[in-house]
Each structure stands twice: as C-alpha cells, then as structure tokens.
C-alpha cells in the first residue's frame, strides 16, 4: 500500500509539474515610471571570445547613470535566426536585437522594428561613420554595430614575385595572374599551384557563404545587383549578372580540382593560407595582421585588394545593426544604450580587445595597420546587401543554381534566367499579398 | 473501504498520465498544430491568416519540392538495403564470436557511430573526405575513387551522404538483430547438425528465416528514418552543390526558417507524414501477416 501510494505521489507531482511548464510567463511590465529602476533586454550573437563580459564591463556605468539593467542574451550563430523566429513567435522580444540585413526584410514588414528617422539627430550622421548603411526599405531601422570588415581578395606575394606580377587591379590582370600562377611546381604532372583558391561547398554554412565571397564583388564590379531599385524584380539575370557569373566560370581551370566539395572558409585555411594559391577571398579583420600569423604560420608575405576593378568598385561588407525593437516599452532609453555602445567611449574600450572599423568620427582605428586603409581610402569600394523582400530564399536560390553553372549542370544564362524567374514570382507573390 | 475503492479505480489513470500528458502535448498536439497551420498563410513571427488549401495546391506546382521528394527516394534507396544487409551480416558474424574478445570489440566499435551525435560525425566526415589525407586517398584510391570530390558533385554527394548514413545507423539495426538470434534456440542448429547440415544451410535454412520478422522490422525502421535524413545532409553538403541532396525535412526547414513560409512548411510536412504513415500502416500488416505465416 505504501508503494502504490508512493508511486501514486509521484505520477501526481511528474504532472503538477508538467502542468506548471505549460503556464505562460508573467505579464510584461509596463513602461516604468520615471527614477524607477528599469530593465532593457538585448539579443546578440558571439561578437568575440567573452561578448557579455567584455559588454558587462563596459556598460557598467551607463547602467547605473541609466538606473536600468541590460540583460544579454548571447545566441550561436548556428540557430541566431531560429531563436528569434521561435522567440517573436512565443510573444518573447528584446527591447534590442542584433540583425544582419537578410533578417531586416521580414521583420519591417512585419512590423517588429522600430524606424529610427525621427529619433536621431542631424549631428548623429556626422558622428556615426556608418548610420546611413542602417538605412533600409525607406526608414533607418538600425545603428552599425559590426561594419568595415569587407570580404576582401588577399594574394601571395611570393606567388607574384615569382612570375613577376604585381597586385591585380582589374578582372583582366586578375585572370592573367590566376593563369601564370596555376601550375605543376614540383614535376610530379600534377597541378599543385592554383590561381584563386574558390571553396564552393555550403555544407555547415549558409549557401550565403558563396555569395558573400565570391559572387557580390564580381556582380557589383561588372554593374549589376541582386535586385532593381525599387526592388519589385531580381537584376541579377541582366548583362551584368551574366558577365560576372561567365567570368567566375571561365577561372575555374585555375581553382582546385575539389573547390565545389570545399567550403570557402577551408578553400581559404588549406589552400591560400598553405602557400598553395595565389587568391584567396575570405572576411576581412582590424587584426588580420595578427591573427593571420597565429593561425596561418606558413602564409609570411601576404597582403590584399580591397575589390578589383571592372566597371566599377565592390565587394561585400556586412553592416550588421542593433535595433530598437518595436515591442520595447522603452525606446529612447533603447536607442541611448544602442547610441552609447556603438559610441566612442565603448567602442574605444571594446576594440582593443575585439578590434574593428571606427564607428563614430572620435573613434580612433586600433586596428593593425595594414588593414587601415579599408575603412580610410578603400572605404567606398565596399557595401552590404541591398535589403529587399524574400532575401533569404531568393539568395539561397540564386547561389545553387551558380553551384549548377560551376558543377557544368546548366550554361550561364539559362541557369540565371531559371534562378530570376523562381525570384520574380517569389516577389510578385510577396507583393500582391503586401500592397 | 469506499475511499480504497475510489483510489483503486483512479490509480491506473493517475499511473498513464504523466506520458499521456506528454505525447498528447508533444504528439498530438504538435500534429494538430501542423495541421492548422498547413491551412494558414504563417511566417512564425505574425499570427496566422486562414488561406484555405493554398498551400496544398502549391505541392502541385513546386519544382523544388519534387526534387526534394526525389533527392529522399534516392538517398532512402541506398541507406535501407546497404544498412539492413551490413547490420544483419555483421550481427551473424559477431553472434557466432559473441564470446571472444573481437566479438566484443567489434559490437562496441560498430555501436560508438550510433551514440554519436550525427553534426559531430558529419564534422568529421566532411574533414577525412575534404582533407586530402594521403592514407585515405589510398584507401579510396583502391576503388579508384578521389575522396575529395566526392561530396561536390550532385552525383556522387548524395551516394557519399547515404554511405556515411549507413555507416552510422548500421550498428542500431544490428543490435536489434542481434537481440532476435539469442532468442533462437541452439536445439535447431544441433538438430540441423545431427541431418548433416552445412553452416550455409544453418544460415539459409534456420538462421534468416527464424529472423524475418525482425527483419522486415528493421526495413520499415530504417526506411521511415531514411525518409526523415536532415542533420547529416545539413552539415555535409548544405544540401548542396546545387540542391542534389536536400531532402523533405531540410526543405521544410529551410522554407520556415530561411523563407518564413512556416505555414508551407507544415505543409511539406504533413506529405512527409503522409508517406511515413502509409509506411508504417504497410509494416504493421506486413508483420501480421508474416508473424501468422510463422
């Protein structure tokens, strides 16, 4: 009898307290009164090693001038776009959220960002470098957090040297170099020199990751882009979309054999880090000087261009922004907090121990040296995406069906008319359901 | 006396709750959920808008989703054979060595895969195939294949996906049937040696036949598994190069969190169901009838 009444016990508080996961969170507090203690939420990736204690430290001031607490929440990039799908969807938002642009589309639409245009001033924009890249869909709907660190195309200089070369300009000499540098060194009948170190494999990363490295600074150079500008159809099918993929393809013969079972962060570690490539493309840092020497020993003589030259200047530069979120119950306290962290008082602090891109005019750039100049002279030869509808689909779309070009699948135009036409009835679609 | 009469009769229910509660929450409650929501126009992040069968009559008309339907068939058609085979020889080998030492190292080792964790292993994989190691290039090089290759062509990265597949599943069926031979007695194998039977007519003759229903099990486990592939794919190839190796559940993945069309997503989900339900209902008349059979 004791037993079953144990067991008994037992069942009852297993379902006591599966009934008490089920219950809803407490209701959110409204906005605080004035000298009243308050509380602000943040959402944000891994920005560095320790990013809520570099951050906490940081803004221990702020807080207590503020009277209000900032609570992080830290979320791997792995699940970042899950966790806030999941979160909006559990009625569960921060005040502040750390969005990259392919997130900024759903989420304006929906109506879940706050547009900043009224809440800053004139003076803001000559102070913070990058606020018009926050500028998107007709509204300023974030502050740069994490900016001026293009994909940018780094050479060999012993490569060069050695067939007396120098730095690439334009996509003629670029293809040039990449022809002289593919070859057999050793004389074993095996290429084992490349020109341009390509990883084309999504696996782990995002399909973006072909895009990021490759594909924008070639489309931006030959004129084209994603989208027209009122963003109603995809462009990237035009002329210029066509040269830049034609071309692409026609460097193949100078990539490894394997650069479509490569991803492009391996391409980059493997390949052009081991003195085996010419180019590579990877993400540019303020510390690349450094941290290329701690994890790429054999790599001694390198160095970068910032974006070639074909019509035009361009690669890829995220602009990453903190966002009010329009659910904050407090949102000039929001965008205070968001001003002072991209202001020059923390950032000073925070890039010495995460270095990156000045953000405001009294920042000072701290960064390695050699690195300087792309927020300085080569700072208009990058830029991020432009912010249009269904971004992700259409980009995910876009970037397999240049892996069908580059597998020999499917010829350069017909690939991109297929990819265009799946991305235009995304889009009227979208837009017959949003106008 | 009233009162142990009362507590007698609501004991049992009290018993079944806890799990009851759970799978009607996290089963049928999620299923219901899929349901509704297939019926809706629903990014995750705005409420849900009734679209009536919108979405099911988009199934007809995505190119992307019949590819994906094809792109599981395929993989599915090399995993359930290659991994019923292998598990079913493998547990009869080891089961007639179930007492030495190698027997035992050999049922722990082809066990491990299955307890690791399938984004590890796909980890992993992608470095022994990507990394142009010269001990397995030779390896490969044996059946003329370059491992390097092998997982950026359409052709061949969805067979390398579904090989590492078995390979990581095998073990799980094989304990399984490993499970079913102790339960068969050694009078049929003495007997069959006092007629003069060879160790190949033990195994065709007493050994397969007494292990038919398990497996037939194990063909309709590993093929409503198969059907559902999605984190080794996700960590190999991103379902790539050129969309050869995304399957159903990627796709669905893909539509709620990349294209926020969680409502077509359910959708695609519910035709996964479909298929894997059909399956089941197939086995469970399937095993009536061979199980009467026996």
């Known amino acids: 009898m004791k037993k079953k009444l144990l067991s008994l016990l037992l069942c009852t508080s297993m379902l006591a307290t599966l009934a008490a996961g089920c219950g809803s969170k407490t209701k959110e507090a409204d906005k605080p009164k004035e000298g009243e203690p308050t509380t602000l939420t943040m959402w944000l990736p891994p920005l560095d090693e320790d990013t809520e204690g570099n951050f906490k430290k940081l803004l221990a001031g702020w807080e207590k001038e503020n009277n209000c607490t900032v609570e992080m929440e830290i979320i791997p990039w792995g699940s970042y776009e899950e966790r806030w799908s999941t979160g909006v969807a559990g009625g569960e938002t921060p005040d502040i959220g750390y969005m990259y642009v392919e997130m900024y589309p759903t989420y304006i639409s929906s109506g879940l960002v706050t547009d900043l245009s009224d809440m800053v001033e004139e003076e803001d924009y000559k102070e913070y470098l990058f606020l018009d890249r926050g500028e998107m869909m007709g509204g300023l709907y974030g502050v740069p957090i994490v900016t001026g660190v293009p994909f940018v195309l780094y050479y060999n200089q012993d490569i060069l040297d050695s067939i007396g070369e120098k730095a690439p300009e334009t996509w003629e000499d670029f293809a040039r170099i990449c022809e002289k540098a593919t070859k057999d060194t050793d004389g074993d009948g095996k290429i084992d020199q490349y020109g341009y170190a390509v990883g084309l494999n999504s696996g782990s990363m995002s399909n973006l990751y072909v895009l990021n490295s490759y594909m924008y600074s070639l489309l931006w150079q030959a004129g084209g882009d994603i989208y027209t500008d009122d963003l109603k159809e995809v462009a990237f099918n035009g002329k210029a979309g066509v040269e ?102 923390f950032m000073t602090e925070y890039h010495k121990v995460a270095p990156g891109a000045p953000l405001t005019a ?74 | 006396m009233k009162k142990k009469k009362g507590l007698s009769v609501l004991a049992p229910y009290l018993y079944i709750a806890p799990i009851a509660m759970i799978l009607l929450t996290f089963v049928a409650g999620s299923l219901i959920l899929a349901i509704y929501f297939s019926f809706t126009k629903y990014n995750i992040i705005t409420p849900a808008q009734f679209n009536g069968l919108f979405n099911y009559q988009r199934l007809f008309r995505d190119s992307k989703l019949h590819l994906c339907i094809i792109n599981t068939l395929k993989i599915a058609a090399i995993i359930v054979p290659f991994e019923i085979v292998s598990s079913t020889l493998f547990a009869i080998l080891i089961s007639s060595r179930k007492d030495t030492v190698l027997g035992k190292i050999a049922k722990a080792a082809l066990f491990v895969p299955v307890l690791s964790s399938s984004a590890v292993i796909g980890t992993v994989w992608n470095t022994i195939l990507n990394g142009g190691h010269p001990a397995v290039k030779a390896i490969f090089g044996v059946f003329g294949i370059d491992p390097t290759l092998l997982l950026g062509s359409s052709k061949t990265a969805f067979i390398a996906v579904a090989f590492i597949i078995v390979w990581k599943g095998m073990g799980y069926y094989m304990v399984i049937t490993l499970a079913s031979l102790t339960s068969i007695s050694d009078t049929f194998y003495e007997a069959a040696k006092v007629d003069g039977a060879t160790k190949w007519d033990c195994l065709t003759k007493i050994t397969l036949p007494l292990l038919k229903p398990t497996i037939i099990m194990n063909i309709f486990l590993s093929t409503i598994s198969a059907m559902q592939v999605f984190d080794m794919v996700y960590t190999m190839t991103g379902g790539g190069p050129s969309m050869s190796t995304t399957t159903l559940s990627m796709y669905a993945y893909q539509l709620t969190f990349k294209g926020n069309k969680a409502g077509y997503a359910m959708a695609v989900s519910n035709v996964l169901m479909l298929i894997v339900l059909i399956i089941v209902l197939f086995q469970q008349r399937f095993i009536k009838h061979e199980n009467s059979e026996i």
């Open chain 1, 362 to 435: 009294s920042e000072e750039y701290v960064g390695d040296p050699k690195m300087e100049r792309i927020v300085t002279e080569d700072r208009d030869k990058w830029r991020p995406l432009q912010a249009g509808p269904c971004g992700s689909e259409i980009l995910e779309n876009y970037a397999a069906h240049i892996q069908a070009v580059m597998e020999g699948k499917q010829d350069v135009k017909a690939a991109l008319d297929e990819s265009a036409s799946y991305a235009n009835d995304l889009l009227k679609e979208y837009y017959a359901e949003n106008e």
């Open chain 1, 244 to 345: 830049a993929l034609e071309f692409f393809k026609s460097l193949q013969p100078y990539m490894p054999e394997n650069a479509m079972s490569l991803s492009g962060q391996d391409a980059f570690s493997t390949v052009f880090a081991e003195g085996k490539a010419a180019f590579g493309v990877t993400r540019s840092s303020a510390s690349n000087e450094t941290t290329f020497a701690k994890d790429y020993p054999n790599l001694k003589n390198w160095d970068y261009v910032t974006s070639l030259k074909h019509k035009e200047y361009g690669t890829f530069g995220a602009a990453d922004c903190l966002s009010v979120m329009s659910t904050s119950k407090q949102p000039e306290l929001a965008l205070d907090l968001i001003k002072y962290i991209t202001g020059p008082e």
